[in-house]
């Protein structure tokens, strides 16, 4: 409690992301540790402050790893750790074990007036460290923060890991796309007719597996430069944010990133999105005379139909569904009361990604029959909203869930759980980084 009221700077019995960074600037330690305290602690994603028993709950989470470190050290009889235990500890870590030093530690810890360092004292430092920090050696994070200056330079933006992400991107979208062709045919057949879902899985035998991967190519290739653009600008823009806008939540951050990354890499993929489209619901045979129909129908706008209905669907669909994501990933962790092994983060990715895309399911009916009009009609998606709401009612505008759900939940696994893995692979990176500063410690 008392290190809660620590925190709590202002005794409101709340702790702010700005109390955190406080906290973290005291004791050394990287700002971006108070960003991912605040993410694991917090009660929901909007919320700015987290109170006692929100604290409680992280604190008995990570008390048994914390706990298993602190018996790791050279402890004394009584359990705690005094200046020789301390030059004992950094003896046998291979650390410069010095009076210097252990007395900086000491001192690191708010020792008490005995000279002795206490397990309350070593649990509140190791509480504000990320989970991942946790198995690291105690003694080396210890003297880490007490004894080296960490100073957190600026995050570059590296082109080369840019084109790495998008070309990463773009090739395993391909590939989900590729794969799941089929169920995208089937779900545009449902939307773009009269025919409910069973009636349409019944005309399969009459369609064909030539027929369901009508369009793969304009998809597979829409999919490649769209989001391959989409995450390399999603990456671009995260660094950009984190740069000149540091005080900014990691929620505002992701949706910022994703706003930008996905109205520009949709803008991209539209024209293969009408081609694939029409050629999924039987308006043309092939990639050459659904480019030609096109253009003798509709000229150049005819190959943008139903950009308004495709961003409306795009950018609440990676905005919400990271959002979604974060939540469910956190409320899976206080259940299992553990960090989530690789394959449980991808399946709570595929269940975001799949739950975001049947909320966004009506727009992407709208989209659908924008696409595949009757080519000289001007139609818009007021008009196309109110024709559905007026023939078919409110159910009209989910026509497809099902098969969208299973189309996209796989894809929302790669989109959502796989930045989460990539961006503990680089706190991975940021913590070796600091490893390298003690190494050239120890050889000064």
């Known amino acids: 409690m008392r290190f809660f009221e620590e925190l709590d700077r202002d005794g409101d019995g709340q702790v ?24 694991r602690t917090r009660s929901h994603l909007f919320s700015k402050s987290f109170g006692w ?17 602190y018996t790791t050290l050279c402890l ?4 705690t750790l005094q200046k020789s235990q301390i030059l004992t500890s950094l003896e046998s870590a291979g650390l410069p074990a010095n009076e210097d030093n252990a007395v900086a530690m000491m001192r690191f810890l708010n020792a008490d007036m005995e ?32 004894t080296v200056v960490a100073v957190e330079p600026p995050v570059e933006i590296s082109a080369g890991s840019v084109l790495r992400s998008a070309l990463a991107g773009g090739l395993a979208s391909a590939l989900s796309t590729s794969l799941l062709h089929p169920v995208d045919t089937i779900k545009t057949r449902v939307q773009a007719s009269t025919l409910s879902f069973p009636e349409i899985i019944a005309t399969l035998p009459q369609i064909g597996v030539k027929g369901l991967y009508r369009g793969s190519v304009p998809a597979i290739l829409g999919q490649f430069s769209s989001h391959g653009l989409r995450t390399g600008i999603f990456e671009a823009s995260k ?34 999105e009408v081609l ?17 129909g096109t253009w003798q129908q509709d000229g150049v706008k005819g190959f943008f139909r ?14 919400a569904g990271m959002g ?56 818009s998606m007021s008009m196309v909203a109110f024709s559905i709401l007026r023939h078919e009612g409110p159910i009209g505008l989910f026509k497809g869930a099902v098969p969208r759900f299973f189309w996209i939940a796989p894809l929302g696994a790669m989109n959502f759980a796989g930045y989460e893995l990539a961006r503990k692979a680089m706190d991975k990176n940021d913590d070796m980084a600091a490893g390298d500063q003690i190494s050239q410690k120890k050889l000064a």
Request: charged share 20%; hydrophobic share 40%; with cysteine.
């Open 76 to 79: 004394s009889k009584s359990g």
């Open 239 to 272: 660094l950009v944010l984190i740069n000149f806008a540091p005080s900014l939540p990691e929620i505002q951050i992701q949706s910022l990133a994703s706003f930008c990354s996905t109205f520009l890499g949709t803008a991209v993929r539209i024209p293969c």
């Open 53 to 69: 028993k929100q604290f409680l709950s992280l604190m008995e989470q990570k008390e048994p790893t914390i706990l298993r470190a």
């Open 324 to 379: 979604l994501y974060a939540e469910s990933k956190k409320l899976a962790q206080k259940l299992l009361e553990r960090e989530l092994e690789p394959w449980e983060t991808i399946a709570v990715g595929a269940l975001s990604g799949g739950l975001a895309a049947v909320v966004t399911t009506p727009f992407d009916v709208m989209k659908t029959r924008m696409m595949t009009a009757t080519h000289g009609h001007t139609v």
């Open 16 to 39: 702010t992301l700005e109390d955190l960074e406080v906290a973290m600037r005291n004791r050394k330690l990287p700002r971006r540790y108070a960003r991912e305290f605040m993410r």
């Open 276 to 292: 694939k489209q029409r050629l999924q619901a039987g308006i043309f045979d092939n990639v050459g005379e659904a480019l030609v």
């Open 306 to 319: 139903g950009t308004g209905a495709t961003l409306c669907r795009e950018v609440p669909f990676y905005v």
């Open 115 to 146: 000279g002795s360092i206490s397990y309350g004292h070593f649990r509140n430092f190791m509480l504000l460290l990320p989970s991942d920090r946790l198995q690291d050696d105690p003694r080396s994070i210890w003297f880490e923060a007490a």
